[in-house]
């Protein structure tokens, strides 16, 4: 197992995944990780899959981190064995995909985005190979159980994590194939053990499929949004429970979880006593303590987080991994316009025509965070209760198929009504006049709407500005009104993929089917049932006890794959299926192939590459060219501090803004921006929370768009369990000058008590 941080920008860049302009990141919710494992046989073959905190894979990142891998271990990784999936968080920031349409927002290529994630990509897989040690791996899987089927004193532990955002298309697909399932979205999770013969439990794998747009539109904080914070609470959970067992041996300063309920695992110092309650003695202690004033620091590595683990010392990677998520939404209370709060229209998500007034309400409605730890929450506890329950080991060999397709004139076979065969193709990639109404988790603008299979004269227009789709491309995407021909914009690079990675791995009886986009539930189904029947079909090795999952937005992108009926509706996510109304019958037929080569353990040729466009990447988005204060006033100062001799409960919130200098300066990679400090019994202050914990937010401004001065603002909400005393907020940065190298800083808000 291995993790690193792969925190981005934390301000000026553009968040990725609902392309809104004003969407620019302003600090840290939490951060975000990539986490790998591998699982080798001895002296055989071996497989990485890493889940990135990430909007999704990028080809153009897949492709830099197997040269750096390839530059450090030979032909030991490669295309072929290494899968990089994101987990779809629309709270990270963007400009590291290659393809025109996915950096526009983001004023193009964002170089700094990009290098830290492969690096954290790289990082990540280096501690897993290191890490490599004999043991066992368990599976297990079990459904998420819904509101309708729980007795009234239940439904606060269990309740739903995702509901179809577009049921209009999901009931088009056929009633005998929707007969076959309860539900009009997957609501089963399957969790992947590891175990190390000697430290036990060292990790946990699942698949679960729902969006990660529980952090709304508007929200601007770096947020690995409800499967980062599933993540967040597995590890933190893990490590109370003293996981790997190594760790249950650590030394007296070692900093471990004290979590004292199901709902939500916290972390305090165990090195600090906790008092029975305040007393004004140490009220008068916590005033005696002032704001530190701004000072320089020689470097960066005293921001260490403090979740950061001994180098040799295991730690527990636990990755909540993406799936068949296209039309599922974790907004689970419904769809309401926001100006007569009645539920939107059904098969148009509007509010008297208008697409913009309709938004899906997350459980913790109007609080976006609170539906993001509730969303997340329940995905913790049911990975937990598979975690822990776990019991059929994986058994037989690792394998893996893997090869690139040109999706934009595909040749595929699907049946006729008639019960024969025709061949068909799919389309140079295009994008339908739906896919700028955006969905019910993030409307989009202006008079779009979902379900248009017809295009408006004035927007068709515009189109015509940049290019005029030709009438084969105009058939081949029928019933989708093309609203932008990307796959045939190649200015000044090419707008959107056409050679595609598709890949299956195999580990005993759990098969991974990665594949570059956004399947739909009922997509998804079909998938996974096609590979399913080849795999157990005549004299395979696999029995019927075969785990088949599917792996979203992995290796590269290339947006949503729905149904062929489900396209005929055009929603978003018809609108959005690039390829045309056979995009699923390519992919069905190709993983087919994949299945059958692995079976009959023949390999499966490639005839593409796609390309490399890293020297072709355009940047709009301007550096930092200096910060400032005012005078007299040092970076670190405190603008805003604590009140004096002030006391605060716990569930209150405590905040201190500093005079500050652009996050941009340094990412402070495996560091920390702000830090919760407490006093021990010997008068020294210990962290206890950091810019990765939940109850602590970072949050960064600037006085006007183009000044050189900032502010930072630590806003800390007392958990629960946090023990009572004496407590100040310390903020981390680094201060570009006009001339000369970064300079790094901290400074401190007057003490308070915490009763």
Known sequence: MGSFDITGPAADVNMMGYANTEQIASGIHFRLKSRAFIVA????????????????????????????????YGDLYNENNVAISGIHTHAGPGGYLQYVVYIVTSLGFVRQSFDVIVDGIEQSIVEAHNNLRPGKIFVNKESFITIDDLKPDFRCDLLDAGVNRSPSAYLNNPAEERSKYEYNVDKEMTLIKFVDDELGPVGSFNWFAT???????????????????????????????????????????????????????RRVSTIIPEPNEITDDLIQLASSYEASGGRRLAGSSITR?????????????????????????????????????????????????????????????????ESTRVIGNRQFLKARDLFDSASEEIQGKIDYRHTYLDFSKLEVKVSTSAGGQQTVKTCPAAMGFAFAAGTTDGPGAFDFRQGDVKGNPFWKLV?????????????????KPILLDTGEMKEPYDWAPAILPVQMIRIGQLVILCVPGEFTTMAGRRLRDAVKTVLTSGNSEFDKNIHVVLAGLTNSYSQYITTFEEYQIQRYEGASTLYGPHTLSAYIQEFQKLAMAMIANKEVPTNFQPPDMLDKQIGLLPGVVFDSTPLGVKFGDVSSDVPGNSTF???????????????????????????????????????????????????????????????????????????????????????????????????????????
């Open 211 to 265: 969006h990660g747009t529980s952090m709304s539109r508007t929200n601007s904080l770096i947020s690995g949004d409800n499967k980062g914070a599933a993540a967040r609470f597995m590890e933190d959970w893990a490590e109370q429970m003293g996981l790997p067992k190594q760790s249950a041996h650590a030394n007296s300063d070692d900093l471990r979880s004290l979590h004292k309920t199901s709902v939500l695992p």
């Open 305 to 369: 987080r403090i979740r950061s683990t001994q180098q040799n010392k295991p730690k527990f990677v636990s990755a909540f991994c993406q799936s068949n998520c296209g039309d599922v939404s974790p907004n689970v209370l419904g769809t309401f316009c926001i100006d007569t709060n009645l539920p939107c229209d059904f098969n148009h998500s509007t509010c008297n025509g208008k697409n913009e007034l309709c938004y899906g309400r997350g459980p913790g409605y109007p609080d976006e965070f």
């Open 463 to 479: 189109r015509n500005l940049l290019k005029t789709p030709g009438k084969d491309q105009v058939e081949c995407h029928s019933p």
């Open 41 to 72: 046989e001895p002296n055989g073959k071996r497989v990485v899959f890493v889940n990135l905190d990430a909007c999704m894979a990028s080809q153009i990142v897949t492709i830099k981190v197997l040269e750096r891998l390839k530059a450090r």
């Open 649 to 755: 409960n716990k569930g209150s919130t405590v905040n201190a803004t500093f005079y500050s200098a652009c996050p941009r300066n340094d990412l402070l990679t495996d560091g920390t921006f702000a830090l919760v400090e407490k006093l021990d019994g010997n008068n020294n202050w210990v962290p206890v929370y950091d810019d990765d914990d939940w109850s602590l937010r970072f949050k960064w401004s600037r006085p006007a768009r183009l000044s050189s001065r900032s502010f930072a603002t630590l806003e800390w909400t007392v958990p629960e369990d946090a023990a009572a005393g004496v407590y100040r907020l310390r903020h981390f940065g680094a201060s570009k000058p006009m001339f000369g190298s970064v300079r790094h800083f901290t400074g401190t808000s007057r003490a308070f008590a915490v009763r």
